[in-house]
């Protein structure tokens, strides 16, 4: 079984590395300190409930997403989107040699 502060920490930091923003974003979001965000995820401090709510607002998720165990969806629909737009940039881009390499012959 997983320990709650664990979990906790670990989704509040990949859901913030998705973001993009920083442990300093995330505290202005917040209106906490980066030092208590840092405790957060280093399993030192655990939020209150109202604290839980403003991190999950800040993080654009509900709160019991803050314990999920499941995958997170949007980490799997941005892997594969940049699959998808990797696939198609070298489709387009083998399509373009052959295009170019056709008119290359007819000079």
């Known amino acids: 079984m997983t320990c709650l502060r664990t979990l906790l920490a670990q989704n509040i930091k990949k859901r913030r ?16 300190s980066t030092n208590y965000i840092a405790q957060i995820e280093q399993k030192n401090r655990f939020p209150t409930p109202e604290m839980l709510e403003r991190i999950a607002a800040a ?29 198609i940039g070298a489709a387009v881009s083998k399509a373009a040699y052959a295009k170019l390499t056709e ?5």
């Open 17 to 32: 590395k998705f973001l993009g923003i920083s442990q300093a974003r995330l505290a202005e979001r917040v209106a906490t």
């Open 59 to 87: 993080l654009e998720i509900d709160s019991p997403q803050l314990f999920s165990t499941e995958n997170n969806y949007d980490e799997t629909i941005k892997r594969f989107q940049e699959s998808f737009l990797s696939d």
């Open 103 to 107: 008119l290359k012959k007819r000079d």
